[in-house]
T-cell receptor, first 118, second 112 residues
């Protein structure tokens, strides 16, 4: 009953270092996401992937890169970490459903990764 | 430009009473709405959703109401329990889009 699993849970980086956050889901969902949460800012979308082989920018993509490795895995990379990237990062997955007069998308989140850049 | 707004950063209620969390949206194209609950140091968990073809959806103690003309939805929790203390996020999407737009959250505290 894993759902969405992300690693590492905690990480401290020095400014300029690089790192990759890993994410995997076992729900056979097509879509995957990376969000960040900052105090008073809610959840902001960094990147998403609607299907294997595709990625798109979200609201706050600058300073990040992503890779949709296969249907299960979606990684987030910080090439040169900055203090402004100190945040909690959430990976998520979903399946979009379509029906007559009804369509929607329910996202399921991982437990979060706490990243501090000093 | 905030398309989904939760104007109350916090709400405090007594155990057993009703909690009402509010959410307003500006984009009339939104047609699917969700509420998430988040405990500290955990990921948000899906709570309840509603499509624009409905004006009410219930799941146990949780009911979501949608007023499309006012572009307003609310989450009612009856009766409130201390374990309901968490941050609640409202979210919206349009036309089956992958993107959900989230509000900034309301911190609910249920006092014993």
């Amino acid at each position: 009953n894993a759902g969405v699993t992300q690693t590492p849970k905690f990480q401290v980086l020095k400014t300029g270092q690089s790192m990759t956050l890993q994410c995997a889901q076992d729900m056979n969902h097509n879509s995957m996401y990376w969000y960040r949460q900052d105090p008073g800012m809610g959840l902001r979308l960094i990147y998403y992937s609607a299907s294997e082989g595709t990625t798109d920018k979200g609201e706050v993509p600058n300073g990040y890169n992503v890779s949709r490795l296969n249907k299960r895995e979606f990684s987030l990379r910080l090439e040169s970490a900055a203090p402004s990237q100190t945040s909690v990062y959430f990976c998520a997955s979903s399946v979009v459903f379509y029906a007559p007069r009804l369509s929607g998308n329910t996202i399921y989140f991982g437990e979060g990764s706490w990243l501090t850049v000093v | 430009d905030q398309q989904v707004k939760q104007n109350s950063p916090s709400l405090s209620v007594q155990e057993g009473r009703i909690s009402i969390l509010n959410c307003d949206y500006t984009n009339s194209m939104f047609d699917y709405f969700l509420w998430y609950k988040k405990y500290p140091a955990e990921g948000p968990t899906f709570l309840i959703s509603i499509s624009s073809i409905k004006d009410k959806n219930e799941d146990g103690r949780f009911t979501v109401f949608l007023n499309k003309s006012a572009k307003h939805l609310s989450l009612h929790i009856v009766p409130s329990q201390p374990g309901d203390s968490a941050v609640y996020f409202c979210a919206a999407s349009k036309g089956g889009s992958e993107k959900l737009v989230f509000g900034k959250g309301t911190k609910l505290t249920v006092n014993p």
